[in-house]
Every structure is written in C-alpha cells, then in structure tokens.
T-cell receptor
Framework: GAGVSQSPSNKVTEKGKDVELRCDPI?????LYWYRQSLGQGLEFLIY????????KSGLPSDRFSAERTGGSVSTLTIQRTQQEDSAVYLC??????????FGPGTRLTVL | GNSVTQMEGPVTLSEEAFLTINCTYT??????LFWYVQYPGEGLQLLLK?????DKGSNKGFEATYRKETTSFHLEKGSVQVSDSAVYFC??????????????FGKGTKLSVKP
C-alpha cells in the first residue's frame, strides 16, 4: 500500500517568508508526528497528533512553528518568518495501533 | 528524562567483518527500543525493534537485544555487506501516561563497508 508522502520534496525560500509543508499519512493511521533532521541537532521531535486529542506541541522550537491536522488525516506544518537556522529536512511519520512509526521521504527546506 | 546515546561514527569496515554499534538509553518506564536505518538518498526505515526486556529484534541479519540491566540495545551483524552502508539510528519511544509518544533518537552512526 501507499506509504507516507510529503510535499514538496524540496523548498527554497528567503529569510522572513512563511512556508507550508504537507504530510499525507498512511490511510487509517491515527497518530502523526513531525520531526526535523539537521546536521547540528540530529533528529528532533516537533509535534505529535493522536486522534482527536490535543496535539503534543512540546518539541516546537518557537512560536513561529505551528501545525494542524485536518479531518484526522493530512497535516500541514507552517513556519512563519523563516530563519536560516530553520534549514533542515522535515520528516513526517505516522503510526497505527502498534509502536512502529513509518516515515515519509521528507521535505528539504533551505532558507537563504 | 529520556535519552539515547549511541556510538559515534563514522565506522568503516571491510566486507564480511563483524559489526557492533553500541546504544544505551535512559528512560522513564519501559519503552520500546528501535533501530532505524537511512540509506544514502532515502528516508528512515525501521530495521528492527524490541518491546520488552530480553526481547531480541532481528532483520536482514542484524540483531539487537533489549537489556534492561545494562540499559542497552546494541546492534550487531555477523558479516556486513557493501549494501549495509548507511546511517543507523537507535531510538526509544517516549511514553506519555503509559501510551506511545514520540521517538527519541541517538545522533546516528554512519557505516561504510568497503569491498
């Protein structure tokens, strides 16, 4: 079946602009996660959605970052007023009822 | 708190050599433990996992045993191949009220296998 998909695969933006990154989880998966991967910081958790519960936002690095999940499926991660330190690969993962998370291919964000 | 510490690389081996990548963890409760692999130009893939103490996860010739007494989950393979060249990440899942939360990753170990 289809895996987790993310779009765009690459995004280049200018400092100060807003960006939106999209994640389509595996159909039927109730949990959805955003992580980011950068050379300096490794793999960091950002935010977690589980069903209809309030999201766990404990990993968001600043209030410039936000995410929503519509209809329990697609999720959008928004970064406002992007900074150069936001450059990273943003990964989305989804999970069903087991403990295994399945990752998408990521969106590589470059802030000039 | 929760954390994962894994052997820093890079690690370079010859084909058919024995591989060990060390991973230790600190955790609240009894999380599941994972090894994920990232091949060049590809996304993260689950390699193996173990959900409780003394469980052994295995896949593609790789093995790791969940050791509660030493808080370790070392990855081993008896005979590596060039195709095993990748970055390997050890991880645990943060438990929230006993339920699954996010993964906490080690910094990754880059493995290069030479023919």
């Amino acid at each position: 079946g289809a895996g987790v998909s993310q779009s765009p695969s690459n995004k280049v933006t200018e400092k100060g602009k807003d960006v939106e990154l999209r994640c389509d989880p595996i159909s039927g998966h109730t949990a959805l996660y955003w992580y980011r991967q950068s050379l300096g910081q490794g793999l960091e958790f950002l935010i977690y959605f589980q069903g209809n519960s309030a999201p766990d936002k404990s990993g968001l690095p600043s209030d410039r970052f936000s995410a929503e999940r519509t209809g329990g499926s697609v999720s959008t991660l928004t970064i406002q007023r992007t900074q150069q330190e936001d450059s990273a690969v943003y990964l989305c993962a989804s999970r069903a009822y087991t403990d295994t998370q399945y990752f998408g291919p990521g969106t590589r964000l470059t802030v000039l | 708190g929760n954390s994962v510490t894994q052997m820093e690389g890079p690690v370079t081996l010859s084909e058919e050599a024995f591989l060990t990548i060390n991973c230790t963890y600190t955790a609240t409760g009894y999380p599941s433990l994972f090894w994920y692999v990232q091949y060049p130009g590809e996304g993260l893939q689950l390699l193996l996992k173990a959900t409780k103490a003394d469980d052994k996860g295995s896949n593609k010739g790789f093995e790791a045993t969940y050791r509660k007494e030493t808080t370790s989950f070392h990855l081993e393979k008896g005979s590596v191949q060039v195709s095993d060249s990748a970055v390997y990440f050890c991880a645990l899942n943060r438990l929230i009220g006993g339920s699954q939360g996010n993964l906490i990753f080690g910094k990754g170990t880059k493995l290069s296998v030479k023919p």
